[in-house]
């Protein structure tokens, strides 16, 4: 979280706490001076009763009666007062916190999503002014191609994201499923990566002619965003694995990798949106922290289940269970 924001969610808190300690403490001065004045009312009441009269024992009941029938009244009205003040305040303060965090992320985000526009858009410019006016050997040409290649991949699969997470935001997307061939979809997606990055090891268990009803495009776009992820967050040198197999009556995805693997009290926030672990300005990868996020939405809209574990020496396991019928 950057120093300003930092302070900012400081001054709010601070603010925050005196307010509702101030009210905290109006509603009981309240209570002290109403109960005060209710004793009051009934002493004077009390003394204008005359100790002859025959009735006087009767009076004397029903003024104590009516006393301490105030005094519950005000503790029962003030009670409801403070637990509504609370359940406010606990509201208030998870909204604003909430609003704070949001509004950090986007400012991240749109930061991320500057430089990740920028770069591979600069990087294709040269490669191919560079073709232009050289005259290069045919492996320079041919690695200058496929490395531009890469790049206008790379910014396809961002405006992908960018342009599902919007239409999912804006509630405007319309699903189309239909039955299709899970394995046949992820052997597709592994064979473009190894096009793109053919020095990764990757291996395949995956079990063939798995079926389930769900989006083609979808799905392609959450295999490739947790084989990125796994292939951005683990050494160059390590294999990734794949598995798809079938049980009873699931079927169960999953991508592990030996990379540095996720701390507890993240697993659960990496699926938030534009989530991304560490600082903004330390940090050495790239992307928009939306990946993982979609991941999530597009798993939750085919009815299933998405979860990380830690593998074994070392890494994270990306599980996803469908459920088929
Ligand atoms: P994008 O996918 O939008 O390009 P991203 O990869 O940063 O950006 P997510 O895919 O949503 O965003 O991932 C969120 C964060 O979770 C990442 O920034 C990274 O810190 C962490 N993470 C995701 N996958 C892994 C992994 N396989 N190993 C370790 N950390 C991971
Ligand atoms: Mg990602």
Known sequence: MSPLLKSKLTLVTAVYWILLSYMVAALLWWFIALDKQNRMISNIMLSELKHEDPNYYRDAVTIGNATHRKTIQFISEGTTFLVLI???????FRATRRQIKLSQQQQNFMMAVTHELKTPIAVAQLNLETLQKRQLEEDKRQMLISNTLQEANRLNALCNNILFAAQLDAGAYRSNKQEINFSDLLEGCIDSFKNRFPNRVIEEKIKESIYIIGEPLLLQMLVNNLIDNANKYANKGTPITISLDQKINQVE?????????????????????????????????????????????????????????????????????????
């Open 253 to 325: 995805f999953s991508v592990a990798d030996l990379g540095e693997g996720l701390a507890e009290e993240e697993k659960k926030k990496v699926f938030e949106k534009f989530y991304r672990v560490g600082e903004e300005n330390t940090r050495k990868t790239k992307g928009t922290g939306l990946g993982l996020y979609l991941c999530k939405k597009i798993v939750q809209g085919h009815g299933g289940k998405i979860f990380v574990n830690n593998n074994q020496p070392q890494g994270s396991i990306f599980t996803v269970l469908f459920k088929i019928t």
């Open 86 to 92: 609370l359940v406010g305040a606990v509201f208030v």
